[in-house]
């Protein structure tokens, strides 16, 4: 039975979750072709991806206007926290799937699992630390 959430199949959600989609994929790229595939990894496998909806949706509230693309930024920020903590978990979990594939560490090994995982983080600061520190508008 796949139960889906009413947040996640409210109709104005549909474009921000593509917008949410597209922002994830293109934070990890990077000029390092390998390191942007174990960063991809999971993001390509899919995820109901409810961190960044959550977000998102507190940032709808009182909105008269589409989720500026700052709150997005900060969706993103907290799905690659979420993860590279699961990279992370993986690890000392020993784990040989997720989501239906393969982990990480399970394909290419545990370093390159806690590199990726580092690195995920380290995005995640860094789209965080450009959003400023102005909380509310």
């Avoid at 961190?51 to 909105?63: I, N, S, T």
Wanted: aromatic share 2%.
């Amino acid at each position: 039975m796949n139960l889906v959430s009413p947040l996640l199949d409210l109709p104005l959600m549909n474009g921000d979750r593509e917008r949410i989609e597209m922002a994830l994929r293109e934070s990890v790229r990077t000029t390092d072709a390998y390191l942007t595939e174990l960063a991809s990894h999971l993001i390509v496998a899919g995820g109901k991806r409810l961190r960044p909806v959550l977000a998102v949706a507190a940032a709808q509230v009182g909105a008269s206007s589409k989720v500026s693309d700052e709150a997005i930024q900060g969706a993103i920020a907290c799905e690659l926290v979420h993860l590279g903590s699961l990279y992370h978990d993986d690890v000392m979990d020993e784990s040989p799937t997720r989501r239906g594939v393969e982990t990480v560490n399970a394909k290419w090994g545990n370093l390159q699992a806690i590199v990726a995982g580092d690195f995920l983080l380290a995005r995640a600061s860094e789209i965080a630390a450009s959003l400023g520190n102005e909380v509310a508008g």
